[in-house]
């Protein structure tokens, strides 16, 4: 067999074998209900002039991503990426979806979350007040797959815009600014199933000096 037949006849196995992974994530996923469709945009992706205005106080940059931009990305979409540290090998143990902040540490005061998504279905931000001995990932799942909010100073949810929306849609940016106390508060996506995913992180907010 020659070096270029034996070259493609790997690009077939290691095609199949992607589309064969993907294929089991996505029965999986379908079976536990995390995924749905990608909010106010119809599954088509934004335009690329999705970008937050200038905003105030600490930022802290959050990227969500799933099983489906991590399959793309393997297929050889380059259009985004994991933060450090981030997807499978991050610090928490994976679901199939995650949730990644940088810095995990801020002072006190104004803080704003610039939200990108890097996966291939609707996500969001929502952030809670950690009790003291509390961890991330530790909250009750009802069985509407979503975990309470109870308490929480706000969200960016809303695809290309602040605040509260029906998700972040694929490949896009959502923000949100917010006057968060010290404390420890965990950073979720609260979309029914997501949670349960693996969609959590925890930031730290230290007292003003």
Not at 4 to 32: C, K, N
Not at 47 to 71: E, F, I, K, N, W
Not at 83 to 95: A, C, I, N
Not at 134 to 159: C, D, H, L
Request: proline share 7%; glycine share 16%.
């Amino acid at each position: 067999m020659t070096r270029r037949r034996r070259r493609g006849v790997w690009l077939v196995v290691l095609g199949a074998i992607a589309a064969l992974v993907l294929g089991v994530a996505t029965t999986v996923s379908a079976a536990l209900g995390i995924f749905r469709s990608p909010g106010p945009t119809g599954g088509s992706a934004p335009s690329a002039q999705c970008g937050p205005p200038s905003l105030r106080g600490r930022v802290v940059d959050v990227t969500v991503d799933d099983m489906g931009g991590m399959m793309r990305r393997m297929m050889g979409d380059t259009h985004d990426h994991l933060p450090p540290g981030g997807g499978p090998g991050g610090d928490h143990s994976m679901g199939m979806m995650w949730l990644r902040a940088t810095p995990r540490a801020v002072p006190a005061g104004t803080v704003s979350l610039r939200v990108v998504n890097t996966g291939a279905f609707a996500h969001e931000v929502v952030v809670l007040p950690l009790r003291a001995g509390q961890a991330v990932g530790e909250r009750p799942v009802g069985t509407n797959g979503k975990i309470s909010e109870a308490g929480s100073p706000g969200e960016a949810s809303r695809t290309c815009g602040t605040g509260e929306g029906e998700g972040i849609a694929p490949g896009a940016t959502g923000w949100t600014t917010l006057t968060l106390r010290s404390g420890r508060y965990e950073l979720v996506c609260n979309i029914p199933g997501h949670y349960a995913a693996g969609m959590y992180d925890e930031l730290d907010v230290t007292a003003s000096r």
